[in-house]
Protein backbone atom coordinates (compact mmCIF):
# COMPACT_ATOMS: atom_id res chain seq x y z
CA UNK A 1 0.00 0.00 0.00
CA UNK A 2 2.91 2.25 0.88
CA UNK A 3 4.41 1.62 -2.54
CA UNK A 4 1.05 2.70 -4.60
CA UNK A 5 0.81 5.97 -2.19
CA UNK A 6 4.79 6.60 -3.32
CA UNK A 7 4.27 5.84 -6.57
CA UNK A 8 1.27 7.98 -6.86
CA UNK A 9 3.06 11.15 -4.79
CA UNK A 10 5.94 10.67 -7.41
CA UNK A 11 3.57 10.69 -10.20
CA UNK A 12 1.37 13.65 -9.26
CA UNK A 13 4.72 15.57 -8.02
CA UNK A 14 5.86 15.15 -11.83
CA UNK A 15 2.75 15.72 -13.78
CA UNK A 16 2.33 18.59 -11.29
CA UNK A 17 5.73 20.23 -11.96
CA UNK A 18 5.87 19.83 -15.12
CA UNK A 19 1.99 21.11 -16.28
CA UNK A 20 3.68 24.23 -14.33
CA UNK A 21 6.21 26.65 -16.89
CA UNK A 22 8.19 28.43 -14.54
CA UNK A 23 9.49 24.96 -13.61
CA UNK A 24 9.87 24.03 -17.40
CA UNK A 25 11.14 26.79 -18.76
CA UNK A 26 12.52 24.96 -21.84
CA UNK A 27 9.00 22.79 -22.51
CA UNK A 28 10.67 19.92 -22.64
CA UNK A 29 8.71 18.11 -19.35
CA UNK A 30 12.05 17.58 -17.31
CA UNK A 31 11.62 19.88 -14.25
CA UNK A 32 13.82 22.04 -13.85
CA UNK A 33 15.58 20.76 -10.48
CA UNK A 34 16.78 17.99 -12.14
CA UNK A 35 16.96 19.18 -16.44
CA UNK A 36 21.01 19.23 -17.25
CA UNK A 37 20.58 21.04 -20.13
CA UNK A 38 18.05 24.09 -19.51
CA UNK A 39 17.84 25.49 -23.15
CA UNK A 40 16.47 22.11 -24.89
CA UNK A 41 15.25 23.19 -28.46
CA UNK A 42 11.77 22.47 -29.10
CA UNK A 43 10.84 19.41 -31.09
CA UNK A 44 13.59 16.66 -29.99
CA UNK A 45 13.98 13.88 -27.89
CA UNK A 46 15.09 14.22 -24.69
CA UNK A 47 17.01 11.76 -22.04
CA UNK A 48 15.37 11.80 -18.09
CA UNK A 49 18.05 14.52 -17.50
CA UNK A 50 16.72 16.53 -20.28
CA UNK A 51 19.38 16.96 -22.52
CA UNK A 52 18.79 16.20 -26.49
CA UNK A 53 19.10 12.53 -27.14
CA UNK A 54 20.95 11.72 -30.39
CA UNK A 55 19.54 9.77 -33.03
CA UNK A 56 22.19 7.26 -35.45
CA UNK A 57 21.52 6.12 -38.37
CA UNK A 58 24.21 3.83 -41.04
CA UNK A 59 23.97 3.83 -44.28
CA UNK A 60 26.27 1.11 -46.05
CA UNK A 61 27.94 0.62 -49.52
CA UNK A 62 29.50 -2.02 -51.85
CA UNK A 63 33.04 -1.61 -52.42
CA UNK A 64 33.55 1.85 -54.96
CA UNK A 65 30.11 2.37 -55.05
CA UNK A 66 28.53 5.60 -54.31
CA UNK A 67 24.81 3.89 -55.06
CA UNK A 68 22.23 4.03 -52.91
CA UNK A 69 20.63 0.50 -52.25
CA UNK A 70 16.31 0.83 -51.95
CA UNK A 71 17.05 -0.61 -48.96
CA UNK A 72 18.83 2.47 -48.02
CA UNK A 73 16.53 4.71 -49.93
CA UNK A 74 13.84 3.82 -47.29
CA UNK A 75 15.88 3.99 -43.82
CA UNK A 76 17.00 7.95 -45.21
CA UNK A 77 13.12 8.74 -46.19
CA UNK A 78 12.06 7.33 -42.43
CA UNK A 79 14.77 8.86 -41.19
CA UNK A 80 14.09 12.24 -43.05
CA UNK A 81 10.32 11.36 -41.96
CA UNK A 82 11.58 11.75 -37.92
CA UNK A 83 13.90 15.23 -38.81
CA UNK A 84 10.63 16.80 -39.91
CA UNK A 85 8.07 15.34 -37.12
CA UNK A 86 11.43 16.89 -34.66
CA UNK A 87 12.62 19.64 -36.45
CA UNK A 88 14.53 20.90 -33.25
CA UNK A 89 17.62 18.32 -34.27
CA UNK A 90 20.70 19.70 -36.29
CA UNK A 91 21.37 16.92 -38.78
CA UNK A 92 25.15 15.27 -39.12
CA UNK A 93 25.95 13.76 -42.55
CA UNK A 94 29.49 12.44 -42.52
CA UNK A 95 31.00 10.36 -45.29
CA UNK A 96 33.88 7.25 -44.85
CA UNK A 97 35.41 4.69 -47.01
CA UNK A 98 37.22 1.55 -46.26
CA UNK A 99 41.02 1.31 -47.39
CA UNK A 100 41.70 -0.21 -50.54
CA UNK A 101 41.65 2.51 -52.97
CA UNK A 102 44.49 5.84 -52.69
CA UNK A 103 43.38 8.56 -50.19
CA UNK A 104 42.62 10.91 -52.94
CA UNK A 105 39.94 8.57 -54.40
CA UNK A 106 38.75 7.96 -50.80
CA UNK A 107 38.24 11.52 -50.30
CA UNK A 108 36.32 12.02 -52.72
CA UNK A 109 33.78 8.93 -52.99
CA UNK A 110 33.15 9.87 -49.08
CA UNK A 111 31.75 12.98 -50.25
CA UNK A 112 29.88 11.83 -53.39
CA UNK A 113 28.71 9.00 -50.33
CA UNK A 114 27.38 11.74 -48.19
CA UNK A 115 26.01 14.01 -51.39
CA UNK A 116 23.69 10.88 -52.23
CA UNK A 117 22.29 10.63 -48.94
CA UNK A 118 22.30 14.56 -48.19
CA UNK A 119 19.96 14.49 -51.57
CA UNK A 120 17.87 12.09 -50.28
CA UNK A 121 17.00 13.98 -47.52
CA UNK A 122 16.34 17.11 -49.74
CA UNK A 123 14.22 15.07 -51.75
CA UNK A 124 12.49 14.30 -48.70
CA UNK A 125 11.68 17.57 -47.54
CA UNK A 126 14.08 18.42 -44.90
CA UNK A 127 14.90 21.77 -44.31
CA UNK A 128 19.00 22.06 -45.88
CA UNK A 129 19.70 24.78 -43.07
CA UNK A 130 19.43 21.82 -40.53
CA UNK A 131 22.20 19.65 -42.36
CA UNK A 132 25.75 20.09 -41.71
CA UNK A 133 28.08 17.92 -44.22
CA UNK A 134 31.12 16.91 -43.99
CA UNK A 135 33.88 13.68 -45.00
CA UNK A 136 36.87 12.13 -44.38
CA UNK A 137 37.38 9.26 -46.68
CA UNK A 138 39.42 6.79 -45.21
CA UNK A 139 40.45 8.31 -42.02
CA UNK A 140 37.82 7.57 -39.66
CA UNK A 141 37.79 4.06 -39.71
CA UNK A 142 34.89 2.35 -37.17
CA UNK A 143 36.40 -1.32 -38.49
CA UNK A 144 40.07 -3.15 -39.49
CA UNK A 145 40.70 -2.45 -42.99
CA UNK A 146 42.26 -5.72 -43.00
CA UNK A 147 39.23 -8.09 -43.47
CA UNK A 148 36.10 -7.82 -46.28
CA UNK A 149 33.61 -7.51 -42.97
CA UNK A 150 35.74 -4.24 -41.49
CA UNK A 151 36.01 -2.95 -44.80
CA UNK A 152 32.49 -3.08 -44.97
CA UNK A 153 31.81 -1.41 -41.99
CA UNK A 154 33.96 1.61 -43.01
CA UNK A 155 32.00 2.45 -46.08
CA UNK A 156 29.21 4.35 -44.51
CA UNK A 157 27.43 7.64 -44.54
CA UNK A 158 26.84 8.43 -40.80
CA UNK A 159 23.23 10.04 -40.22
CA UNK A 160 23.62 11.62 -36.63
CA UNK A 161 20.69 13.90 -35.36
CA UNK A 162 21.95 16.05 -32.22
Known sequence: M??????????TTFVLSAS????????????????KCPNTPEGVFVTRDGCTKPIHKNIYFDHASSYVSDRYKE???????????????????????????NAKVNMKLSKTRAM?????????????????????????????????????????VNIILK
Open 2 to 11: YKSIFILFLC
Open 116 to 156: KVHDILIQNQVNKNQIILSWYGETMPVSSNITDLGRSENRR
Open 75 to 101: LISQTAELINETPGYKVFISGHTDSVA
Open 20 to 35: NPTNDLDNDLVPNNVD
